[in-house]
């Protein structure tokens, strides 16, 4: 089993910055992928980054590329979504997801979820 723990979400104004963090405990060594999907209210949850085991490999929803960036600290077993010029669209909660199954990049399958944390931008 995989624990995550989301951290970091908050109330900023438009056009500022979060970093959002997710910490992973139990077995880690299996975890592969780790990605971020959102949910905002009435919608279906969405896509948002995900990043390779090694940190090499990346890859984005086309509404957040160029603001977030996603990195991952696998000595700390944590990854960090730094979000710049948030918009009033980026309100929703936002989950960590982690893969140990070795699925391609960009699938959507993962195998645990975080609780989430809100993130709500002002405008």
């Known amino acids: 089993q995989v624990q995550l723990v989301e951290s970091g979400g908050g109330l900023v104004q438009a056009g500022g910055s979060l970093r959002l963090s997710c910490a992973a405990s139990?077995?880690?060594?299996?975890?592969?992928?780790m990605g971020w999907f959102r949910q905002a209210p009435g919608k279906e949850r969405e896509f948002v980054a995900v990043i390779t085991r090694s940190g090499g490999f990346t890859a984005y929803a086309d509404s957040v590329k160029g603001r977030f960036t996603l990195s991952r600290d696998n000595t700390k077993n944590t990854v960090y979504l730094q979000m710049n010029s948030l918009k009033p669209e980026d309100t929703a909660v936002y989950y960590c997801?982690?893969?140990?199954?070795?699925?391609?990049?960009?699938?959507?399958?993962?195998?645990?979820w975080g609780q989430g944390t809100q993130v709500t931008v002002s405008s």
């Open positions: 139990g077995r880690t060594f299996s975890v592969y992928r």
């Open positions: 997801a982690a893969d140990n199954t070795a699925r391609p990049l960009l699938s959507l399958g993962y195998d645990y």
